[in-house]
Nanobody, 124 residues
């Protein structure tokens, strides 16, 4: 079983940057795809970004393309989300997740383990 702990959230102003980290324990995540999702107040959880086990391929939601970058360091059992040019509409709780067997990277149901989330708040 994999345990995930997100960190790096906080309160920033529009245009600033944050780097989220997702540290895994209990199992190595180097064989698994990983994803980041977010849930804004009053909204459904939505896909943000995903990365293959090797890090060779990445995918992004349209609303973060060009601003966010997902990466991973399998030696550290950690996945990152670099968020630049943040906007107030990026305010949400951000979650990382492990995809062991699921096929679609875009659906939360494809992911097997989730972290507790980290709050990101962007002020205008």
């Amino acid at each position: 079983q994999v345990q995930l702990v997100e960190s790096g959230g906080g309160l920033v102003q529009a245009g600033e940057s944050l780097r989220l980290s997702c540290a895994a324990s209990g199992d190595t995540i180097g064989s698994y795809g990983m994803g980041w999702f977010r849930r804004a107040p009053g909204k459904e959880r939505e896909f943000v970004a995903a990365i293959t086990s090797s890090g060779g391929s990445t995918w992004y939601a349209d609303f973060v393309k060009g601003r966010f970058t997902i990466s991973r360091d399998n030696a550290k059992n950690t996945v990152y989300l670099q968020m630049n040019a943040l906007k107030p509409e990026d305010t949400a709780v951000y979650y990382c997740a492990v995809r062991q067997r699921g096929i679609s990277i875009y659906y939360a149901t494809s992911y097997d383990y989730w972290g507790q989330g980290t709050q990101v708040t962007v002020s205008s």
